[in-house]
Every structure is written in C-alpha cells, then in structure tokens.
C-alpha cells in the first residue's frame, strides 16, 4: 500500500507529525510538492526561494521528491489515483486560501472514497486551539501568549529511518528543482540542515545576548530563523524543547526570544479566527481614516519602495528589503510607519509590497505587523504614538553602520552624523536625495486625521 505525503509549508524530514502519519498507514510513501500557480507566481524573490528549498528536500529525499505543477486538487486527485493512494497526508492550513484550496482537494478525494488526513502543523500550538476560560479567542497578545505557553506542545517527533518512498508514477511529469538551486540567493543556504544549522548557531553563539541587541540592525545577531520557519525548514516545536533543555533557558534572552515565537503564533491564531484581517482591518474603530492615493502620492510611494525618500533609516531598510529579501524588525515598523503615518498610505498597499519582496513574507505575521503599525489590528498602538524615524534610527543604530551599510551615498558621513545629512555641510555631496515630506508636519496631518476618523465613530 502507498500513502501520500503531500509537502506544502514542511519542508523536512524530522519533527513532522504529518510525515510519520504517513509512514504509519501504508508500506510506502509517496513524497509529493505541487507548484500552484495561484501562489507561486508572485516574483522571483519568492519563487527563488521555493526552489532552493526544494532542491534541498528533493537531495534529503534521495530524489524520490515528486514535482508537479498545477492546480492541487486535481494534481492531488490524479497521484492518489496512479497510486492508488486511500490518504494523503498534510500539516493542517490555516491560511485562507490554503484552507480553501484543502477543502477542494478533500472534497475531490472523497469522490474516489479517499481520505485528506491532516497532522500537526507549522505551529507549536495548533491555530485555533488556544481559547480563553468563555471559550473565546484572543485579540490581545499578552494574555494569549501566556494561554499558549499554559497550553503546551508536544516533544518533538522523531526522524523517521530508511522511510520507503515509493516511486513518481509518472517521472516525466516532474520538473525537478536546479541541484545547484540551493543556495537561497542571499547567500544563505536552504533546507533543512541550513535550518537546524542557523539555529544552533544562534543558541550557542547569539541567544545570550538576544534580550540587549534584538532591536539593533546595526549588530544584526538576529536568528534570522524567520525564512527557515515560513517554509518549515524547522518546526517550532524542534526549537522550543532544545531551548528547554539549554544551560542558557533561563535567562532574559532566551525569555524574549520565546516571546517572538508566540507573536507568530498568535498572528496566526488571528488569521486563523478572524481570515478577513488579511486585507481589511481587524478593528473597525479606524474605518473613517482618510488615506491618500492617486498620481502624486504613487509618486511618493516609489520613492519609498526605492530607499530615496531622503531619511536614512527608512531608505537603508528598504534598500536590504530589495537587496537581501529581508529586514531587521525594527526597521520593518519604521518603514511600515512612514508609508502609513507620513505619506497617509492604508496599509494593505505596503504589506502586498513587502510579501511581494520578503524571502520570509508570512501572511498572518506580515499583515498583522503592518495593522499593528496601523493601529488598526491586534493590541493597537495608541493612536498618537508615531514613529520619528531620525530619533528611531539615532537610538536603534547609534553609530549609524546600519545606514552608512545600506547607503554608500552617505558612507562619507561618520558616526550617526549619517542619520541627518541636513546637519553636514557636505551631507548631500554624494548625491542622496533631499527629504520628500517634512515628518513634523506629516506627523500633525496624521494626528488631525485619527481625530476625525475616532470623531466618526
Ligand atoms: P528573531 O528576532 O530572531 O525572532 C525569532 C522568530 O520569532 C522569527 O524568525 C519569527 O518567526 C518570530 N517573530 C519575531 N518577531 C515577530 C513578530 N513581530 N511577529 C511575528 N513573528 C515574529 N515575520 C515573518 O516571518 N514574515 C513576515 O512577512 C513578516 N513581516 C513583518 C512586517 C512588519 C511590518 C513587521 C513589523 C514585522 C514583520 N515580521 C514578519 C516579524 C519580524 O519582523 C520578523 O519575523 C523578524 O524580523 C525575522 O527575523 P529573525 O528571524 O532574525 O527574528
């Protein structure tokens, strides 16, 4: 009997609850990727990214990965059927349209009497499934990430050996991934191993210090686990009983880094309740805002997603984003904030930019990060609170390595000097842009904005 094994965002061998389901039910699993055209034609960041993780799977799996493309419900559909397959196994959704797409592809398995089997999934705890004493879900992040550490998770599954994958019944019909495709394009490997490898790397080098320098691009000792995770290169769960068991669990840093954990937890807990706060704001309280759009603001939104807006700490963001398909956290508010707070942008038009350029482009933390910017989602900031982004950089990037990496037109500038060209006489001689708005000014527009916005409701 063969079983399928159907990778979506799992794409490894150990801790998979789904994959050692599979091996439970049948002699043989057929391992099994489908490239859908509804969510993999989004760039080449994205889809580049895929690929290396791909080809790392397909090398973990001796090759035996199947490839195809297409829509997955019929892909699905045709495979159990060529096998002869009763289940297909998979790590639950909880994305919108994955829920969708997994509802189609059981209903079109049930037609031959077969069965979509789901385990697990890329959580510790399973979205949905932490709920307050009246059975309700959580809106605000402190008292769910404490339900959720009340909550628990299971040990982490163990590594399956010698798993009889079962042959591609059809190998003409797969398109593998380029062998030399793993490297993930910022130079940083993909797979499994590169993700158990990153994270023991910084539980034994950067953890200790986590809790001091998390908010500092400029020393970068970030996990930079997040694209590992978004293609669930390494569970969540692997991560928290190995902290568990370290020398270092007890201490600040450690304490904070589990508390980032649960924010991508808690997200996807959100999306999860609440799907429609992809796109629309999850509270309503902000729903008479004014934002700009049309020809002059299009103006200025390029000049954001090009780093020359004329403030540093936002142009050096956005000029990694484009560079490497990643930024550091604080600089992902800031940015975030300028669109919305000085050029009066609504958010969803930032957040598709950022999926659109992020390696580790997450709906639920993605989305939610950019409403938490807004003041339009989950533990809204208080409306007044916007971010200065030259007192942000100055504090956040004191020496002013951050900008001065990002921007070669102000590598002349030393010290945090380079956060406010004005001030240097020589400050623009190497050709970076003058300011494109006056962030005083913006922030008082801001604040006359929500006062009419609140005032209507
Ligand atoms: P670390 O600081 O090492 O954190 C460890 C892990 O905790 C991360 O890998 C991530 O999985 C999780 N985490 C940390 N901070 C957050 C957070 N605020 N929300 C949710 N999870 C968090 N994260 C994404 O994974 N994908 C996104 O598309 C994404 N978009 C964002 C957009 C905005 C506007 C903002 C403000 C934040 C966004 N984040 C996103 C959250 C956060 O910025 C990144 O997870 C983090 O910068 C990734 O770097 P790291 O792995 O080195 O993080």
């Given amino acids: 009997t063969i079983s399928i094994l159907w990778f979506r965002r799992d794409l490894r061998l150990s801790d998979h609850p789904a994959l050692l389901a599979a091996v439970d039910s049948a002699d043989e699993v057929l391992p099994v990727f489908v490239r859908d055209p509804a969510l993999h034609d989004r760039g080449a960041v994205r889809t580049g990214r895929l690929e290396a993780s791909l080809a790392a799977l397909s090398a973990d799996t001796g090759g035996a990965l199947v490839l195809r493309t297409g829509d997955p419900a019929e892909v699905i559909a045709e495979l159990a059927e060529s096998v002869n397959a009763d289940q297909v196994h998979v790590s639950r959704e909880s994305t919108p349209y994955g829920r969708r797409r997994d509802d189609r592809v059981r209903e079109h398995l049930a037609r031959e009497g077969r069965e979509l089997v789901e385990t697990g999934s890329p959580y510790a705890v399973g979205p949905g499934r932490v709920l307050?004493?009246?059975g309700e879900p959580y809106r605000v992040f402190t008292p769910f990430s404490k339900a959720w550490r009340d909550h628990g998770w299971p040990e982490p599954g163990a590594r399956p050996d010698d798993i009889a994958w079962a042959a591609d019944p059809d190998?003409?019909?797969s398109h593998d991934p380029d062998p030399g495709s793993r490297d993930a394009g910022d130079g940083a490997e993909a797979g499994e191993q590169a993700a158990l490898e990153r994270w023991r790397e910084f539980l034994r080098d950067d953890l200790i210090s986590?809790?001091?320098q998390r908010d500092r691009p400029d020393l970068d000792t970030t996990s930079r686990l997040s694209v590992h995770l978004k293609y669930g290169e390494i569970h969540p769960r692997t991560i928290l009983a190995e902290l568990a068991d370290d020398s270092a669990a007890d201490t600040e840093g450690a304490r904070r880094f589990v508390t980032e954990l649960a924010w991508r937890e808690f997200y996807a807990d959100v999306l999860w309740h609440w799907p429609r706060s992809?796109?629309?704001d999850l509270r309503d309280t902000l729903s008479g805002m004014e934002y700009d759009e049309g020809p002059e603001t299009a103006v200025l939104v390029e000049a954001w997603q090009q780093g020359?807006?004329?403030?540093p700490f936002v142009d050096a963001g956005m000029r990694q984003l484009r560079a490497e398909g990643w930024m550091h956290n604080r600089v992902r508010m800031v940015t975030a904030s300028f669109l919305v707070k000085d050029l009066h942008v609504w958010w969803p038009s930032g957040a598709r930019y950022f999926l659109d350029h992020l390696r580790d482009g997450d709906l639920a933390s993605n989305n939610h990060g950019w409403?938490?910017?807004a003041g339009t989602?989950?533990?809204?900031?208080?409306?007044?609170r916007v971010f200065n982004p030259v007192t942000q950089g100055v504090k956040f990037d004191p020496d002013g390595d951050y900008v001065r990496r990002w921007i070669p037109e102000l590598a002349h500038l030393a010290g945090a000097a380079a956060h406010e060209?004005?001030?240097s006489a020589d400050g623009y001689d190497h050709g970076y842009p003058e300011r494109i708005v006056d962030h005083a000014e913006e922030r008082r527009e801001t604040l006359r904005r929500y006062d009419r916005a609140k005032g209507d409701d």
């Avoid at 020359?308 to 403030?311: A, F, K």
């Fill in 377 to 384: 989602g989950t533990d809204a900031s208080p409306y007044f």
């Fill in 278 to 280: 992809a796109w629309r």
């Fill in 421 to 423: 060209p004005w001030r």
């Fill in 308 to 311: 020359v807006t004329g403030y």
């Fill in 371 to 373: 409403q938490w910017v």
């Fill in 210 to 212: 986590y809790g001091d």
């Fill in 132 to 134: 307050n004493k009246t």
């Fill in 171 to 173: 190998p003409d019909e």
